[in-house]
Structure formats: C-alpha cells, structure tokens
C-alpha cells in the first residue's frame, strides 16, 4: 500500500561532532531532504588542551532536531525514529544531578600523554589494547582517566559518573546513564568479546564499573521523551530514540563500504581508514583500532592527525604568493594550487614529504612525530614541494591501508569522502599510491546515512544493510595507472624507512621544541 503523506516515514539522523552538530531529516529511500548544523567552539587555552561545554552541545542536539524538522515540514508525526551518531572518545565528569564537573574532554585533548609510558609499563598496555581494541594513545578515555585522578584529585572523587557527550545527551533527555557499544569500545575500557567493561582497564584506570555508563547495543530505543523538550525540538513524546554509534563506524555504512576488500578512506582536517570485519580483530603490532557496531560489524582500521590540513599549510604558509594569486584570478586558491601541482610528474621528481606537522596516530602512535622534506636538491621548485605533501599524504593512507590489509585482505576498492575528494588530482593520486580504485560515492553526509540506516534496523523495518546500497550510488571511478603506482611504490618504501630511522630524532627535536618554543 502506498504511504499516505502523514504515515510514519522519516528518520531524524543526528550527528554530534567536533565542530558542530548536523541533523538531517531522511526518508525512507535514502534521501536527504533537509538537513540543519548548529556549531560550537573549540577551547584551547593551551595546546594540549581541547575541552567543549557539553550543555552548549546539548542546546545543539535539541535546537539542530527542531530546525531539521522545520526545514523539511516534517510533522512530529511523521518521525520514525531519531537515531544518533557521535564523536568519539569524550569524558565528562558529573555528579549525581548531571551536572559537569569538567568540560567535555575530547578526542583531540594531550594532557595525558604523559601516561601513555605509564599504561604501558605498569598495568599491561598492550593485553589492555588486546582486550579493548583501542590503541594506547592520549585520545583514549582510559588515560583520560588516569590524568584526571592524579591532576584532578578533588573531582575525580567527587565524580558519580564519567560519560561522554552523547551518554550526558541521553542522560539530559531521558535520566538514563546509557553507552553504546560502538562509542564503549573506543574507550580503552571495554572488553570486545564479553562486550562488557574490561577489568585489567577499570583497575589502570582506577574507577570502578558502577561510575561508567551501562553499555547497551547500539539498537537500543529509548522513548518517554519529557514534555519540554518534545515542545523544544518539535517530536512527540513518543518518538524512539535509536541510541546509535560512532561516527567513524557509521561513516562506512554510510559510503557502503562494508564488504571485504572495499575500504573507506575519509580525508578532511584530519583522516581514516577503515574496512569492516565480521568479528572482533585487534593488530598483534598495535597498529588499527578495532570499534563495534553490531554483533556481526566490526571496523577495523587507523586515523591520521594530518590530512587536509597540510593543504591548508601549504596554502597558508608555503605557497601564500600562489593561493593570493588564485584569488586574484578569481577561484578557489585549492584548485589553483592543485593546477601548478598538475605540472609535476608523479613522484615529485624523487621528493619525499613526511606530512608529521600535527604529530602522528596510526600506525606509529607517535605524538613527537614532526614534518620532513627528504630528497630536496636545487632542481626542486615550489611546485614540487606543492605535489609532494599532496602525496606525503596519500604514502600515510598507504601505511594504514598496508596494516589494514594484513588483517582483512587486499583492498579492491577505496571508497573516498571527506573535502580531498573534491580533488580531481588528489583522487587520482591515491588511487595510483594505493593501486586500487577509488570511488566517490554522492552520499556526502555518511556517518548521518549510517545512522538512519541502523534506525531502520532498531525498528526492525529493515533485516540487515543492505538497503544502503540503493541509498549511495557510486560515483567517479579512479583506476590506478601502472607505471605511477610502480614509481609510488619505490617511494612509498623509502618514505617508510625515513621515519623509522628518524624515530629517535623526533623524540629528541620534540623535546627541544617544548623545552624552548614560547619560552622567554
């Protein structure tokens, strides 16, 4: 029978992330038909700080649900479901009323790297690792944690709950205390196989399993959504509320990148690469996460601190005369930077760059990593400086990719998405690294599709993802020139060996950096 225009038929997807959160209004078919971000800021007092307020989060949750729906003239009673997406690897201490003792502690915050050696040396990081799938590194809840206990004494033990963002979001709306599996095993804290929290990690980080939210199924419905805030975002108070995952899980769901050998590579400010496996797989060298989605829905796979934001380096300070001269002619400096880039041969003319300027995570995990021109002679030009970091870039993804593939198998195809696949050049310079096709599918909000996806599942409209298919249709195709991934090979393999022969000298310019960089 054909839905009548007031049946049941959209899914309000809600993507809480870095920068802001993005609501979209999907319907049944896969399609966007509205979709409204609310942004938020970042608060860096200091560099190894990165802290947000979470209420100024949570406004947003409820502001975004409400001007989605407007936009879309979506009647409450139309709404299906509201299904949720969430940044990862966010703490917040709270008391027994919900309110924050601390900002909400993101991803991106270093304090505790100092714990890192630590972990390591006195609770067993690597079985922890093993049991968690979360690699040992400042972005873990887990040495969160344990830097908050020694330098936060007073609120580590005042604390009744330790939550992220999207757990303090639901604890708002309904006074449940709820984590995901998905958003639970990027913590550092939870045991893959027994999908419960991890012992040897509650013991590291000196909490006990009552003050961590319950772990539920990424499937969990919540309803009874309190009167006020079903005015505010305009739902009814009967709508479910699909607890969801992460976004980087619901990322490759989203692009159909979940059967063997079709990866998806993400590449904005920062980067990932990601695959999926049908149980949990944790790297014997520590090199890939391992997050949850569902039972049978496991990613696998490595971020990288420098994407992007190389280009903007290089727009910003190695080529401003250039970007300044693509304005003046009107366009976007990107492209005209990519154009002079276009005039140099694959390979950069043997130079190497090692795009470390933000440090490193997967597969080294080295925070004192730093950035190298390696090769340099007279006959190189601004040009090739150009080329080579967009190409120091794409030996990154090769690395993960690399690491990827011995767990999961050789990848066929990359499914690309993230601001550089907008880059004609850029694309096809991955697809010629990696020596796999690569595919740029339209669905451009893809942790948002995911989520609406695993709604229908929770609702049980759907019995599997395969629906996601019809939803994303592929759409440039790469295919990687021989002779070029031959030279980016050979390249690829020197670039390799540079860093592990400088992994010394990093730790040893790091130092000096921070003994003398804005000292007086």
């Not at 027994?96 to 991106?108: D, F, G």
């Not at 968690?132 to 580590?156: A, N, Q, R, Y």
């Not at 690294?433 to 948002?448: N, R």
Request: proline content about 5%.
């Amino acid at each position: 029978m054909m839905e009548t225009m007031h049946s049941k038929s959209f899914i309000v997807a809600v993507d809480i992330g870095t920068t802001s959160v993005k609501s979209l209004v999907v319907d049944r078919d896969g399609s966007v038909l509205a979709s409204h971000s609310v942004e938020y800021p970042m608060h860096t007092p200091r560099p190894e700080i990165a802290e947000q307020d979470p209420l100024q989060i949570f406004n947003a949750v409820l502001r975004g649900i409400r001007e989605a729906l407007r936009k879309a003239g979506a009647a409450a009673g139309q709404v299906l479901c509201v299904s949720f997406s969430s940044a990862m690897h966010s703490v917040i201490a709270v008391d027994r009323e919900l309110n924050p003792l601390t900002k909400s502690i993101t991803w991106a915050d270093n304090r505790s790297a100092g714990y890192v050696d630590r972990l390591n040396r006195h609770y067993g990081g690597r079985q922890i690792y093993l049991n968690t799938g979360t690699p040992v590194h400042p972005m873990s809840p887990l040495l969160k944690l344990m830097w908050m206990k020694d330098h936060m004494p007073d609120i580590f033990h005042k604390a009744h709950k330790f939550i992220g963002i999207k757990e303090f979001v639901f604890a708002k709306l309904f006074g449940q205390f709820l984590i995901d599996h998905s958003l639970a095993s990027g913590t550092g804290l939870f045991n893959l196989r027994r999908l419960d929290w991890d012992e040897q990690a509650l013991e590291a980080a000196g909490v006990r399993r009552e003050q961590l939210p319950t772990p539920v199924p990424t499937t969990h419905i919540v309803s009874g959504l309190p009167a006020g805030y079903a005015a505010e975002t305009g739902l009814s108070a009967d709508t479910p509320f699909v607890v969801g995952a992460a976004d980087g899980v619901l990322a490759n769901l989203g692009v159909g990148a979940f059967e063997p050998g079709r990866y998806a590579v993400t590449i904005g400010t920062s980067g990932a690469v990601r695959g999926v496996v049908r149980e949990p797989t944790t790297d014997p060298e520590g090199r890939l996460f391992c997050y949850a989605l569902k039972e049978d829905f496991w990613v696998i796979g490595g971020p990288i601190n420098n994407g992007g934001i190389m280009f903007r380096w290089v727009r910003d300070e190695l080529a401003t005369l250039e970007a300044e001269e693509g304005r003046k002619l009107g366009g976007d400096p990107y492209d005209h930077l990519t154009r002079i880039a276009e005039q140099v041969p694959p390979g950069s003319d043997g130079l190497i760059f090692l795009p470390f300027l933000a440090g490193e995570r997967a597969p080294y995990w080295n925070a004192h990593a730093r950035g190298v021109f390696f090769g340099l002679s007279l006959h190189h030009r601004k040009k090739h400086m150009i080329r080579s970091v967009l190409e120091g870039v794409a030996y990154r993804i090769r690395s993960v990719v690399e690491a990827l593939e011995e767990l999961a198998g050789p990848a066929a195809e990359i499914r690309a998405s993230g601001g550089f696949a907008r880059s004609i050049l850029w694309r096809q310079i991955m697809a010629d690294v990696l020596g796999a096709a690569v595919t740029v599918p339209d669905a451009i909000e893809s942790s948002g599709l995911g989520a609406a996806q695993l709604g229908l599942l929770a609702l049980g409209e759907v019995r599997d993802f395969s629906g996601v298919h019809a939803w994303v249709k592929a759409g440039v195709r790469h295919e990687p020139d021989r002779r070029n991934h031959a030279i980016y090979s050979e390249l690829s393999a020197i670039y390799s060996r540079v860093y592990r022969q400088l992994k010394a000298e990093f730790d040893a310019i790091a130092a000096f950096q921070k003994q003398h960089i804005g000292k007086e």
